[in-house]
């Protein structure tokens, strides 16, 4: 009867925490959804495979740039340049001007979610990462 009294605190311990973990700061800093000019740039980043060389937030490929804040860093007119005419490591993939501005547009909604690499963050002791600016 004592084991189950233990496992039954650990369980309902785990999943407190848990809802914690995966809750905390969701609901204050939420990205607005994507509009059909976002969503249309998604799928067309999908189609021609960009993910096999390029990355966001550090996660898909390695043989180009990040692209998690390039309209931020760089503007969307070299990134324009990049995607509509290519380069020695880049191919022209030859699309078309509104499928240019859809990728663009989704671009710069993936800089609206983040920053990449993060900076100033501190680990808290129960994982969760809190950068200087959080008040938690």
């Known amino acids: 009867m004592r084991n189950r009294a233990i496992f039954g605190c650990l369980c309902a ?3 407190v925490y848990s809802s914690y973990v995966y809750t905390a700061g969701t609901a204050a800093d939420h990205v607005p959804p994507m509009n059909d000019a976002e969503r249309f740039g998604a799928k067309v980043y999908q189609q021609y495979n960009c993910v096999a060389c390029h ?12 692209l998690t804040n390039v309209i931020s ?4 007119g070299y990134a324009r340049a990049f995607i509509s005419a290519g380069t020695a490591a880049m ?5 078309a001007d509104n499928e240019i501005d859809a990728v663009l547009a989704y ?3 993936v800089d609206r979610t983040g920053t990449y690499p993060a900076e100033d963050v501190a680990v808290h002791w129960n994982g969760t990462v809190a950068y200087q600016d959080d008040p938690h």
Not at 55 to 66: A, E, I, K, V
Not at 73 to 76: E, I, Q, S
Not at 91 to 95: A, D, E, K, S
Request: charged share 10%.
């Open 13 to 15: 311990a785990f999943a």
């Open 55 to 66: 990355q966001f937030y550090g996660l898909g490929g390695y043989r180009g740039p990040d």
């Open 73 to 76: 860093n760089r503007g969307a």
């Open 91 to 95: 191919p022209n993939l030859g699309l």
């Open 107 to 109: 671009l710069a909604f």
